[in-house]
Nanobody, 126 residues
Framework: QVRLVESGGGSVQTGGSLKLSCTAS????????MAWFRQSPGKEREMGDL????????????YYVDFVKDRFTLSLDSTKDIAYLQMNNVKPEDTAVYYC???????????????WGHGTQVTVSS
């Protein structure tokens, strides 16, 4: 079992920045992959969009989907228990509930995520 707790959500204006955190705890084995997904208004979480993922024990670089490349940065703290999502130059279409997820697999796909946080709301106003 892995407990994931997100923080850092809130309201921001277009072009602004926000930093989300996801803290993993209560695990026996550290997750191999930590990821951020987002659920836009009106969409089911199961259909939520992948935002980015990072690998805790691999030299592979973080993966970003096209709509956040060059705007968002995903990183780990030194303990590798906290995944930070730095969101820059945000847009109204970034408005969503952002969920942290983790898996013991070296995979970055929603069906393979084994643990989910409760989500944090990000609202971008124009």
């Amino acid at each position: 079992q892995v407990r994931l707790v997100e923080s850092g959500g809130g309201s921001v204006q277009t072009g602004g920045s926000l930093k989300l955190s996801c803290t993993a705890s209560e695990y026996t084995t550290r997750p191999v992959t930590m990821a951020w997904f987002r659920q836009s208004p009106g969409k089911e979480r199961e259909m939520g969009d992948l935002v980015a993922c990072i690998y805790t024990s691999s030299s592979l670089p973080p993966y970003y989907v096209d709509f956040v490349k060059d705007r968002f940065t995903l990183s780990l703290d030194s303990t590798k228990d906290i995944a930070y999502l730095q969101m820059n130059n945000v847009k109204p279409e970034d408005t969503a509930v952002y969920y942290c997820a983790a898996t013991s697999k070296l995979l970055c796909l929603s069906p393979y995520m084994e643990h989910w946080g409760h989500g944090t709301q990000v609202t971008v106003s124009s």
